[in-house]
C-alpha cells in the first residue's frame, strides 16, 4: 500500500508547487506607454526621445514590470528614468559607473544620487563600482548600456577588455536575461580601432565578442542607422553630432 501511495504523493506534492509558482512576467506595452508618457518625463520628451527612440529599443529588450535593471553608465539617467516606470515597485533599476569613467562623470553621479532620494524614484540605486569588472548584489533581468561599450578599451577607462565586460553581463543576468547594447557605428572592418579617436565601434566586432562569452544574438533594431553617417568622423563632429548612425543589439543569456 504505501508503494502505491508514494508516486501519488509525488504527484500531489509537484502539482501543489506548480500552483504556487508565479506566473511568467511578460513585456507589457502598456506600462512602456505609461513610463514613456509619464509627466516627470516632460523635458527628456520634448528634448530627447525623437532622436534616441526609447520606444522601439525598449521593446526590443522586452523591459518588464518587476524586472531587475543594471544602466550601465547612464549619464544624466534618461534610460534610468523610463526603467523604474516600467519595472514599477516590484523591480530595481541599478545606474552604475565603474570608477574610471565616474571620475570625469561627478555632475551625473551626483545628479543620479539624488534621482534615487527621490521617492518618486524609489527603485533607483546608484552605484559606482571601484573597478570596471561588472557586479550586481542580484541576478538580473536587463543589462543595458547605451553609447558606452566602446569606451571600455579606452586609456581614460585604464584601457579595460569589452570581452570581459560580455562576461561580467553573462554572470550577473538570469538565464533567458538580455544584455542590450547601443553604439555608434565604425565602419566595416575597424573593430575597436576607432573607440578612442571617433568613439565609434564596428557592429560586427562587438556581436563576434559578445556572443563568445556565450550569447545568444537575439536581434537588432535600425531605428538610430542614419545612411548619411560617414561613420569616419567623430561622434561630437558639428556634423553629425546628435545624428550618427547607431546599432541596438539584443542579446540573450541561453535558457
Not at 501511495?5 to 505609461?34: N, T, Y
Not at 545628479?111 to 533607483?124: E, Q
Not at 569589452?162 to 565604425?186: C, N, S, V
Request: charged share 25%; hydrophobic share 35%.
Amino acid at each position: 500500500m504505501k508503494k502505491a501511495l508514494f508516486p501519488l504523493l509525488v504527484a500531489s506534492a509537484l502539482i501543489a508547487g506548480c500552483q504556487k509558482a508565479e506566473p511568467p512576467r511578460r513585456f507589457s506595452q502598456q506600462a512602456l506607454d505609461r513610463a514613456l508618457d509619464d509627466p516627470a518625463r516632460k523635458q527628456q520628451r520634448e528634448a530627447a526621445d525623437d532622436r534616441r527612440k526609447p520606444g522601439p529599443l525598449i521593446a526590443l529588450a522586452g523591459v518588464k514590470p518587476g524586472d531587475k535593471v543594471l544602466d550601465l553608465i547612464p549619464g544624466s539617467g534618461y534610460w534610468t528614468r523610463i526603467f523604474s516606470k516600467i519595472v514599477g515597485p516590484e523591480g530595481k533599476v541599478y545606474a552604475v559607473w565603474p570608477q574610471a569613467y565616474a571620475r570625469s562623470a561627478m555632475g551625473n553621479v551626483a545628479d543620479l544620487r539624488k534621482l534615487s532620494a527621490d521617492k518618486y524614484y524609489g527603485n533607483i540605486v546608484t552605484q559606482v563600482q571601484p573597478r570596471t569588472t561588472l557586479s550586481a548584489p542580484e541576478p538580473l533581468d536587463v543589462v543595458w548600456t547605451s553609447q558606452n561599450f566602446h569606451d571600455y578599451p579606452d586609456e581614460f577607462m585604464g584601457k579595460g577588455d569589452p570581452a570581459q565586460l560580455a562576461k561580467d553581463a553573462f554572470k550577473i543576468l538570469k538565464r533567458g536575461g538580455t544584455l542590450m547594447i547601443i553604439d555608434h557605428m565604425a565602419r566595416e572592418g575597424r573593430g575597436f580601432s576607432d573607440t578612442d579617436t571617433l568613439h565609434r565601434v564596428d557592429p560586427s566586432a562587438v556581436r563576434k565578442i559578445v556572443e563568445s562569452a556565450g550569447f545568444k544574438f537575439e536581434g537588432e533594431s535600425k531605428v538610430l542607422n542614419n545612411p548619411a553617417d560617414p561613420r569616419d568622423i567623430p561622434v561630437f563632429d558639428k556634423s553629425i553630432r546628435g545624428r550618427t548612425s547607431q546599432f541596438g543589439y539584443k542579446f540573450v543569456k541561453p535558457l
